[in-house]
């Protein structure tokens, strides 16, 4: 008779209480794991929802599959709903699934050693911890990135990063500049444009923007959601298949989906600014997608409303009344808003990492993040990340990916809690035959077509999932055990 080792008791912590966070703690107390620690820096869940609260926030992925698959929401407000309704979502389905009772708030951790094959945590306010497997929900959108522009400390008037809104600031009748033109600044200029006495969007590269609407949901729409589950599930199921087909367009910067993108993108454009000069100045030099595709409804009118200007000439500096372009004129400001994106490759650092035998993430990633199939780091093992570097972060759902990723490292820990093993991480062969091929493939995509995006890392090469979106569940769907270091 073969014994079978007994079943091992583990524990858990998971970092970050945002999205993904939020998803880990529910499905590993669903499978019966429930000695789980959630480590939130914060002061309430919600992520990236949380940081952000700035005027006309939203989502650009349909809030019907912006959603858990296990948890979906009838009563979203609109079709793209507003970021405060999304960050309720996560409030609730926490509540409800009894999440927020594992949360640590406002504790933050600092390092995570792995030390005779446990991981030993300790927070910065001095807590420690000591767990078996380690999942790392610490998002991508979460630590601002401050543009170097000189005299920006000399500014008479309030300014702040678009990620650290300052509601103490009065908006209405102010003068107020944007630095950046991605989706965060295209969502401010609509929703703030009839409120300021006067507002000036400092452009350095011009965006494609698809054309877009936003539709309220009815309370008969909701009622119909609510009373037959099945069509909820088939708006998602019809909303994902769209999104896959998308994605599956995307990494082929000649496929027809790009060229129909490319066309409604330049209609869009054309139909809707008059001015042929302005209209110019809007025009990006690159393929449409090249960039995150900006979604928006209403961008171009609200950029040629009477009191709005788009400020092409570069900065020259900040000055106490506010921006001076090179080409010597002050745009006098009230406010300045720093529209101008996230470090996306910090992941989970400054957070310090140690795993097998001393390696330090740090030293690791001394080049750039990476690890196989976003989730596993050679050497770091029972260290899983979620939504990590050279993922699927083009415009679609994270929240399918997360569950998707989610679901590939529950069937690792279930090999550590039968006790098949102590410890699975990926090793550095499968890692370096992933990345070989990763970026091979990343050279037919619209990423790499000729633009400057937060897709691209440090050599050009876009730090995203190459390839065709069906590919990425086929690989969700069960470990390669080969491609793992299991002891």
Not at 95 to 108: H, L, S
Not at 146 to 155: C, E, H, L, S
Not at 238 to 265: E, K, N, W, Y
Request: glycine share 8%; charged share 25%.
């Amino acid at each position: 008779m073969v014994e079978t080792a007994a079943p091992r008791n583990l524990r858990f912590a998971v970092i970050g209480a945002g999205m993904a966070g939020v998803l880990s703690a529910v499905k590993l107390t669903q499978a019966g794991l429930t000695d789980v620690t959630v480590y939130e820096k914060g002061d309430r869940i919600g992520g990236t929802w949380r940081e952000n609260t700035y005027p006309g926030l939203a989502c650009d992925v349909p809030s019907h599959l912006y959603s858990y698959s296990f948890h979906l929401n009838p009563d979203w407000s609109h079709v793209y709903s507003p970021g405060d309704e999304i960050r309720g979502y996560f409030e609730r389905v926490a509540r409800e699934y009894d999440v927020e009772a594992r949360i640590r708030f406002n504790d933050e951790v600092a390092r995570c050693d792995f030390v005779d094959g446990r991981w030993h945590l300790e927070t910065v306010n001095g807590h420690q911890d000591v767990v078996d497997v380690v999942i790392a929900a610490t998002g991508v959108l979460h630590h601002p990135r401050y543009p170097d522009i000189d005299g920006i400390d000399t500014f008479a008037g309030k300014v702040f990063h678009s990620a650290r809104w300052d509601h103490s600031v009065e908006i209405d009748g102010a003068r107020l500049g944007i630095v950046g033109t991605g989706s965060t600044a295209v969502q401010m200029v609509v929703a703030l444009v009839d409120r300021v006495a006067r507002l000036s969007l400092f452009q350095r590269t011009a965006q494609w923007v698809m054309p877009s609407t936003n539709p309220p949901y009815s309370d008969d729409d909701k009622r119909n959601f609510r009373d037959d589950p099945t069509r909820l599930a088939g708006l998602r199921d019809h909303l994902s298949q769209r999104f896959d087909g998308f994605a599956d367009g995307i990494v082929d910067a000649t496929s027809p989906l790009m060229r129909m993108v490319a066309d409604a993108c330049r209609a869009n454009l054309e139909d809707n600014v008059a001015d042929p000069e302005l209209r110019e100045r809007l025009r990006p030099d690159y393929q449409a997608a090249c960039k995150r595709l900006i979604a928006a409804e209403g961008f171009y009118d609200a950029i040629q409303h009477p009191n709005a200007e788009l400020v092409t000439e570069k900065i020259a500096g900040v000055e106490p009344e506010g921006v001076r372009t090179v080409d010597g004129r002050l745009h006098e400001l009230d406010v300045l808003v720093l529209a101008t994106g996230f470090k996306v490759d910090a992941f989970m650092r400054p957070m310090r990492v140690t795993g097998r035998n001393g390696t330090r993430l740090e030293e690791v990633w001394a080049q750039r993040p990476n690890a196989y199939l976003s989730i596993s780091i050679p050497n770091f093992p029972n260290f899983f990340m979620l939504n990590g570097p050279n993922g699927p972060v083009g415009n679609f759902s994270l929240i399918g990916v997360a569950e998707l990723q989610l679901g590939y490292i529950m069937q690792l820990v279930d090999r550590l809690r039968a006790g098949e093993c102590r410890e699975i991480s990926a090793t550095a062969e499968a890692m370096e035959h992933h990345e070989a091929a990763r970026v091979e493939a990343a050279k037919s995509t619209v990423w790499s077509t000729g633009c400057r995006s937060w897709y691209l890392d440090d050599r050009g090469v876009p730090a995203v999932w190459p390839w065709p979106f069906t590919r990425f569940r086929e690989e969700m769907a069960a470990p390669k055990m080969d491609a793992f270091d299991v002891v």
